[in-house]
């Protein structure tokens, strides 16, 4: 399949935003971005449409996909209730990376949902993406747009890496700002449930509707059998190296990390994923990325999967990782690095 590339700046380009929506309306894949990462969009119900986004990415069909919508009044159709403190989120930070769960209205297929009763919606602050849902007019399913289970796509060569040829259209719009992908919110409950942790922490929502819990399958997804939010069930974000997420003191975490790095075999290749505060504290690998300062989390966030990324294209072998404070957004972060490093972590240094 030819794949086109469709560079698009402002939302001013009218006749490029109506092309992408036409191919969705028509039942088509497009990839376009979001504020959080790039997205694999389709019609969210048209199943044979949705069909071909598990098809593309390889992804489990007992893994459910989240709604995009431009409007929230699209909700109302989508969902039986809207609870107050749903309301309260929407209000607050729509549009922006918070999904919500609701329960689901009949009109929403099987597909998206997994079978479950309850649906997961957000609606893109991205201006891009905003618009494309706006000329498209219906709900859009749209996961991370790589192949299922590598690091999600932050800019246009990761996209193209996982997806050049497999879909008609990539609408490209530049680097995603967020870089992670939405916080993912059950607002069926009473306290609302975070079942993945992202852009909007969980101090940003107590803030707005009081406490806030956590699922413990931000951590271990292993005994969830019907998950209610993608990210929940199967290893994410990975590399194809060995990776391991180190949590402690971090002095501790560089002499630790230094040691195996010495006592890895000479023909594998390593690579320390580290921070500013702590780069000159490492030696003998063979990459060494700077993931940023620990004082600015978003820019970390930000670079996260392109870092994870990196390895690969230098074909490194085995990947040592710090870990960070589970608190604010560093719970996002390190959520996404305990699945990526696939639960692999060295705690207590």
């Known amino acids: 399949m030819e794949t086109k590339v469709l560079h698009i700046d402002t939302i001013d380009e009218r006749e490029k935003i109506k092309e992408a929506a ?6 088509e894949l497009v ?8 997205g694999l969009g389709a019609d969210g119900l048209n199943d044979e449409a949705v069909d071909k986004i598990f098809a593309v990415k390889g992804r489990p069909k007992d893994n459910p996909l989240i709604l995009h919508i431009a409007d929230p009044e699209q909700v109302l159709d989508l969902v039986k209730v809207i609870p107050p403190k749903g309301k309260d989120c929407m209000d607050m930070f729509w549009p922006g990376p918070l ?3 609701f329960e689901r209205s009949d009109m929403v297929p099987d597909s998206i949902t997994a079978g479950a009763d309850t649906v997961a919606i957000r609606m893109p602050s991205h201006p891009i993406a905003h618009e494309i849902l706006k000329e498209a007019a219906i709900p859009v399913a749209a996961p991370s747009a790589n192949t299922s289970g590598r690091p999600s796509p932050t800019r246009l060569s990761h996209v193209l890496e996982d997806m050049k040829g497999k879909v008609p259209m990539i609408v490209d719009s530049g680097d995603s700002h967020v870089g992670i992908e939405s916080t993912v919110l059950d607002v069926t409950v009473d306290p609302p449930v975070i079942y993945r942790p992202g852009g909007v922490t ?8 009081g406490e806030v819990g956590i699922d413990q399958t931000t951590i271990d997804a292993s005994n969830h059998e019907v998950p209610k939010s993608p990210g929940q069930k199967y290893r994410h974000y990975a590399p194809k190296g060995d990776a391991t997420l180190f949590a402690g003191d971090l002095r501790n ?18 690579a320390v994923l580290c921070t500013t505060e702590t780069k000159e504290a490492y030696e003998g690998m063979d ?7 620990r004082e600015e989390l978003e820019s970390i966030a930000h670079d996260l999967f392109d870092s994870l990324r990196r390895c690969d294209e230098e074909d490194i072998d085995v990947i040592f990782v710090e870990g960070f404070d589970f608190r604010g957004l560093g ?8 699945k ?9 240094l």
């Open 22 to 27: 036409d191919l969705l309306r028509a039942g």
């Open 31 to 38: 990839i376009f971005p979001t504020e959080t990462v790039y």
């Open 99 to 101: 999904t919500l769960i």
């Open 202 to 209: 969980k101090e940003d929502l107590e803030a707005i509707i």
């Open 253 to 270: 975490i560089a002499k630790e990390i230094n040691r195996r790095i010495k006592e890895t075999e000479p023909s594998k290749r390593t």
């Open 287 to 293: 990459l060494l990325i700077d993931m940023g300062s």
């Open 331 to 338: 719970v996002g972060i390190m959520n996404r690095l305990l």
């Open 340 to 348: 990526a490093c696939g639960g692999k972590v060295v705690l207590g």
